[in-house]
């Protein structure tokens, strides 16, 4: 599995090589003057020069694989859990490239992560600034040595294309507590005619508990940690935690090796996880969706 995912990835910059080529000039905001009038899209932002020129920063070959030489699309794809939200490219007759709908939903993410009333305080710009000049440490490395780079001075002026009444998005919290009271049991409690979580997943997420014991807090912290590179905070949707095991017929993966929880969106349990997604369950006291007496609790 690893080999093929990366395999892609490799596939997909030497693609995006060809697409850097072609763009090399950064275009300014000028020339989107007559662009669709702000108001009806997120925060008033820009929709057409973002698909100019913030767009293609995100798929600019950088001239290697490792960190900051990387293109920010090759860890910021759906598939890895870092909060930029980009859609993996569509492939069609050699070519590589994001449709206007895969764009427009880009765009939609993307916007999530800026702030039009305190542009500075972005976090689509501090994230690969160096923390030196005000930046924030970004595992991704560091892209821009100053606030005068040419890509942060760009998406700075998309910035400033938006609403300045329009604030950045709560950062949202996924809570442990709720994971180790009411998430994890949910690995060793299959539905009927299904495998257990920890069946197949025992090296990731799904850490089987000692016999007829609960897992230590140690176990769930580690399983908790696991299971967030398939958490995208705030976005249920976008969390292969919640993709992976629906039915495809209710939106869910296309295919699934370890097959289906939930056979719709509507399912109380599949809710209450989006709910714990979205930052909004917190702590111990499951609701009635997700209370199962396996594993035994001290
Ligand atoms: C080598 C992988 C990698 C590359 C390349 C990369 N990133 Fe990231 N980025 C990550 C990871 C992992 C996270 C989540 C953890 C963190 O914040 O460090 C992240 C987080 C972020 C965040 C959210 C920070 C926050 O406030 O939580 C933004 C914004 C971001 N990256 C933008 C970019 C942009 C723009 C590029 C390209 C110029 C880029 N990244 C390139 C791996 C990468
Ligand atoms: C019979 C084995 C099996 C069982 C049982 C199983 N899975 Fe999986 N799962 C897989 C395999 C194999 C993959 C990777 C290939 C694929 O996507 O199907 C996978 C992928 C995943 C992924 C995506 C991981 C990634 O690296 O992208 C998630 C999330 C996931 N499973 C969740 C679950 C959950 C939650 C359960 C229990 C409700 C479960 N799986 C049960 C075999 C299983």
């Known amino acids: 599995?690893?080999?093929?995912?990366?395999?892609?990835?490799?596939?997909?910059?030497?693609?995006?090589?060809?697409?850097?080529?072609?763009?090399?000039?950064?275009?300014t905001a000028v020339q989107t003057a007559a662009s669709t009038s702000a108001g009806d899209t997120a925060k008033g932002l820009?929709?057409?020069?973002?698909?100019?020129?913030?767009?293609?920063?995100?798929?600019?070959?950088?001239?290697?694989?490792?960190g900051p030489d990387t293109a920010c699309v090759a860890c910021h794809t759906v598939q890895a859990n870092a909060p930029l939200g980009l859609l993996?490219?569509?492939?069609?007759?050699?070519?590589?490239?994001?449709?206007?709908?895969?764009?427009?939903?880009?765009?939609?993410?993307?916007?999530?992560?800026?702030?039009?009333?305190?542009?500075?305080?972005?976090?689509?710009?501090?994230?690969?600034?160096?923390?030196?000049?005000?930046?924030?440490s970004h595992s991704?490395?560091?892209?821009w040595d100053s606030v005068n780079h040419s890509e942060y001075r760009l998406i700075a002026e998309w910035i400033a294309s938006g609403d300045p009444t329009t604030a950045a998005d709560p950062i949202v919290e996924v809570d442990f507590e709720f994971f180790r009271s009411c998430v994890q049991p949910i690995f060793v409690n299959p539905i009927d005619n299904a495998m257990p979580c920890t069946e197949c997943h025992s090296g990731q997420f799904a850490i089987p508990p000692a016999a007829n014991s609960y897992w230590t807090v140690e176990q769930s912290q580690l399983a908790f940690e696991e299971l967030l590179?398939?958490?995208?905070?705030?976005?249920?949707?976008f969390s292969r935690f919640l993709h992976k095991p629906l039915h495809p017929n209710a939106g869910g993966d296309l295919m699934h090796n370890g097959g289906r929880r939930w056979y719709s969106k509507d399912d109380p349990e599949r809710q209450a996880l989006e709910a714990w997604v979205q930052g909004d369950f917190t702590g111990t006291s499951c609701p009635s969706a997700l209370q199962f007496d396996n594993p035994p609790r001290a």
């Open 140 to 143: 991704g490395g560091i892209f």
């Open 88 to 136: 993996p490219l569509t492939e069609e007759n050699g070519e590589v490239f994001w449709t206007e709908e895969e764009s427009r939903q880009n765009f939609e993410n993307v916007a999530m992560l800026v702030n039009p009333s305190d542009p500075e305080t972005s976090r689509l710009l501090l994230a690969p600034l160096a923390p030196i000049v005000g930046g924030e």
């Open 46 to 66: 820009d929709y057409d020069f973002y698909k100019e020129s913030i767009e293609p920063i995100f798929i600019r070959y950088r001239g290697g694989f490792v």
């Open 1 to 27: 599995m690893t080999v093929t995912s990366s395999m892609r990835a490799l596939l997909l910059l030497i693609a995006a090589t060809i697409i850097g080529c072609s763009e090399e000039s950064a275009p």
């Open 229 to 237: 590179n398939f958490v995208d905070p705030g976005r249920p949707d």
